[in-house]
């Protein structure tokens, strides 16, 4: 389900972005480092959402059984209840692993990358070095294997988060500002990818973690605002990206 929510949310939101009246900003399909953010989306998220799911459903199984702790699989709770239970439980473990990347700055070559895109729509989503993914991937779901909750909760919340992601990345100029007092939206999304307010907005799907913490912005923003890191010679490339963390710490 994860990877069918996948394709389906990329294909209806490239095929929207085709659009002049719902596109933000003029760009083609084919713009500057397609391929490479392609490979990215081929390694990161299709390759490694089977694991994750892995993961989460052997790491629950583990802890109640070693620890002998009651799971929420075992529960009789309506599965729609279960569900925003575990998208809440998601969002708050992403929220946690994003706001790691911005606090620390290893963490931060590695999540850099992603802040690299000087443009942003669909595709952008998957632009994420192995280190950040591994750190999301590990960090992300201690919740849903603290508590338990079933497989089937867990594939549905993560399809709707990836989903959700995809469509805040998006290149749309949807207006979606009468949702934001619950809601991350696309514009509260490009607001964190300009160059001075990586900090806010660091949730995913809810604004609840920004608000709890002070750092959501919903201030309005010039469509032609500089996105990116505003650094003209950091690398673009999947190949050459790769090795960056790892080189920028060394020559420290």
């Known amino acids: 389900m994860m990877l069918m929510s996948l394709i389906a949310a990329s294909s209806l939101l490239a095929l929207m972005e085709r659009f002049g009246r719902l596109r933000l900003r003029p760009q083609p399909l084919f713009r500057n480092f397609f391929v490479s953010d392609s490979f990215y989306l081929l390694t990161g998220f299709i390759a490694g959402g089977s694991i994750a799911v892995a993961y989460v459903t052997h790491g629950s199984t583990f802890i109640g059984e070693v620890f002998a702790i009651p ?141 709890l913490r002070g750092t959501l912005d919903r201030t309005r923003y010039a469509q032609e605002s500089e996105l990116g890191i505003g650094e003209p010679d950091y690398p673009q490339s999947w190949l050459r990206q790769f090795p960056e963390p790892m080189r920028h710490m060394v020559s420290r």
Do not use: M
């Open 71 to 211: 799971r929420l699989a075992t529960l009789s709770l309506p599965l729609w209840f279960v569900v925003v239970l575990a998208l809440l439980s998601l969002d708050a473990g992403n929220y946690v692993a994003h706001y790691c990347l911005h606090r620390f700055d290893i963490l931060w070559e590695f999540h850099k990358v992603h802040h690299s895109s000087r443009e942003l729509d669909w595709l952008a989503t998957f632009r994420s070095h192995i280190g950040e993914q591994i750190l999301r991937r590990l960090l992300a779901p201690v919740l849903l294997i603290s508590f338990g909750f079933p497989p089937k909760a867990v594939i549905i919340a993560g399809a709707i988060f990836i989903a959700w992601a995809i469509l805040n990345h998006a290149n749309l100029g949807l207006n979606l500002q009468g949702l934001e007092s619950v809601l991350i939206t696309p514009r509260l999304h490009r607001i964190h990818h300009l160059n001075k307010a990586k900090s806010n907005n660091l949730g995913t799907v809810f604004t609840i973690w920004d608000k």
